[in-house]
């Protein structure tokens, strides 16, 4: 066991490490983190100074709700708490700029968080901790504003439960009251009343300190004889719930009951370019047709790798899933998707269709990614590669019906998933 892997233990056990320590063991792995100090907040807001004071005093104020509030957390909730406190403002030094606010200049670091699980999705990868810690906090960083941001906006059911989906509600409130804390602003507690309001309604819709919030709404339909409808039942309650189309399970008996006895599913791969989705498409999907881009520019332009013509490309792709979705054809968009814009295009036209949409994410270390696109027929250069990565959004719970992340055979998944079927739409799932 190396000093890196024993030191991400003790934050289980006690350990309250301060920012200079948590810099000093991580910096190599987030070298964001090393711009912290010279990355500046706005005054009014963040009266305390620049994001390496604020994350410190966050860090603090974590360990006293430790102590005095959260005392009941486990060793791994804390491990989970303490990486997301440390890492949940990453992407502000590439993204703090100043902004005019009704006439007075202002700091701003606008899409932060979701830069920060993009930036964080595949780096988290090279630590010595489990795929569920990893997923955590990813999640927990990716959705640190909202609490606040549904109080504010008034926000119904659809709203927490789809939060619900993405992030442990109680574990977003514990990291929101540490950044909240950590803060020096005149509005604080403004905030903190914001942040118990959301904890309240929280409660109220019966989403706190729920593991899998879907499965008590799916409980109140298990009607059908035959598996296959029960599964689609199961993901168009959860996903129309979410969405705000139905406000009680029982409805999506009537809403889906047609396209339950006949429906086909989509599957839509999302991963870098090495990342081994047509492999494994090949070992897990049987009579599926697949639509891959790369094929298709072969055949109009002699190339795989060439990207002229991409309209044609496009409209014949989506003329070929158009045609397998309306003839009830189980299918395969087979591209690399790391738009969300782009994913949400094929996820629409499933749902339009009646499919049940399943979003297959390849989560894999930057080495595994780079060495597996060396092993390819048709291999893409290094800084294709790179270029991929940076412009990687990782995807939400909610795009499609089903979640599957496919990952690296770490000591925390030695289970082989045979069948995509067999995988629910649930938070964090492997």
């Known amino acids: 066991m190396n000093k890196l892997e024993s030191w991400l233990i003790s934050l289980r056990q ?49 360990y006293q709700l430790f102590a005095l509030e959260a ?41 932060h968080e979701a830069l920060g699980v993009d930036y964080l999705a595949i780096k988290l990868l090279e630590l010595p901790i489990s795929h569920k810690v990893i997923m955590n906090v990813m999640a927990l960083v990716g959705h640190h504003q909202k609490p606040k941001l ?38 604080l507690q403004q905030q903190l009343e914001y942040l ?21 709404l799916i409980k109140k339909v298990q009607v059908k004889q035959q598996a296959d409808e029960q599964l689609y039942l199961n993901n168009y309650v959860v996903s129309e719930l979410a969405s705000g189309k139905i406000t009680m399970p029982e409805e999506a008996m009537r809403t889906t009951y047609e ?11 999302c991963g870098i370019s090495g990342s081994g989705k047509s492999t494994w498409i090949a070992q897990n999907l049987n009579n599926v047709d697949v639509i891959s881009l790369d094929d298709i520019r072969e055949e109009i332009n002699g190339q795989r790798g060439c990207q002229k013509n991409l309209d044609q490309v496009l409209q014949l792709a989506k003329l070929r899933l158009k045609q397998a979705l309306a003839n009830k054809q189980d299918v395969v968009w087979d591209a690399t998707n790391l738009r969300f814009d782009h994913r949400k295009i094929i996820c ?19 080495s595994t990614l780079r060495a597996g696109n060396l092993q390819r027929i048709h291999a893409i250069p290094s800084e294709v ?30 289970r082989k998933i045979n069948s995509v079927r067999q995988i629910l739409f649930s938070r964090g799932s492997f």
């Open 14 to 62: 006690g350990a309250t490490p301060n920012f200079d320590e948590c810099l000093a063991y991580l910096g190599d792995y987030f070298p964001l983190l090393r711009q912290f100090e010279f990355t500046e907040q706005d005054l009014v807001w963040h009266g305390e100074g620049n994001v390496a004071v604020h994350t410190d005093r966050v860090l603090t104020v974590l």
């Open 71 to 111: 005392n009941g957390l486990t060793g791994e909730q804390k491990q989970i708490l303490i990486l997301s406190a440390l890492l949940h403002d990453i992407a502000k030094p590439i993204t703090t700029k100043r902004k005019p606010i009704q006439g007075v200049e202002r700091v701003v670091a606008p899409k």
């Open 150 to 187: 549904l109080v504010i906006k008034k926000s119904d059911f659809s709203d927490y439960l789809s939060l619900a989906l993405e992030v442990d509600l109680a574990m977003l409130y514990w990291l929101e009251r540490a950044d909240f804390q950590g803060r020096v602003c005149e509005d």
């Open 196 to 216: 118990e309001l959301f904890k309240m309604f929280a409660k109220e819709y019966q989403l706190w300190n729920v593991n899998d919030p879907r499965a008590e």
């Open 259 to 269: 396209n339950a006895q006949d429906f086909s599913h989509l599957y839509l791969m």
């Open 348 to 366: 629409d036209y499933g749902r339009d269709y009646g499919a049940l949409v399943t979003l297959v994410v390849f989560h894999l270390k930057e």
């Open 385 to 414: 590669i790179s270029r991929q990565i940076e412009q990687w959004q990782w995807p939400s719970m909610s795009e499609a019906h089903r979640i599957l992340v496919v990952g690296e055979m770490r000591a925390d998944n030695k």
